[in-house]
């Protein structure tokens, strides 16, 4: 399998040397699933914290995809956090 980025801490990419924390900084907008193809896409979190100068949109593109589980989550004691990713990890079939 191919990357262009690791997961650190379950919370955060490396991309090009640069972390970038989905958690504090972005919003997890849409998740598309078509044939075995998974696409997830993040927008830049209006929070004070975030630098201006993180990116305003991240799109993961994840192809021949055999399994996926996602959960959601109960956010009834910090409704704000609906839409904040908790964690995010990924595992790779190898052929033998």
């Given at each position: ?15 090009n040397g640069?972390?970038?924390?989905l958690h ?9 699933e ?29 192809k ?18 609906e839409n904040?990713?908790s964690?995010i ?8």
């Amino acid at each position: 399998m191919k990357t262009n980025f690791e997961i650190e801490e379950n919370y955060a990419v490396l991309l090009n040397g640069i972390h970038i924390d989905l958690h504090n900084n972005f919003q997890l907008k849409e998740i598309s699933e078509y044939d075995n193809t998974v696409q997830i896409e993040f927008i830049k979190s209006a929070g004070d914290w975030v630098h201006e100068n993180e990116f305003e949109k991240l799109t993961f593109l994840h192809k021949n995809v055999t399994f996926k589980n996602s959960a959601n989550g109960d956010n009834s004691e910090f409704p704000e956090d609906e839409n904040t990713l908790s964690g995010i990890s990924f595992f790779s079939q190898f052929n033998a």
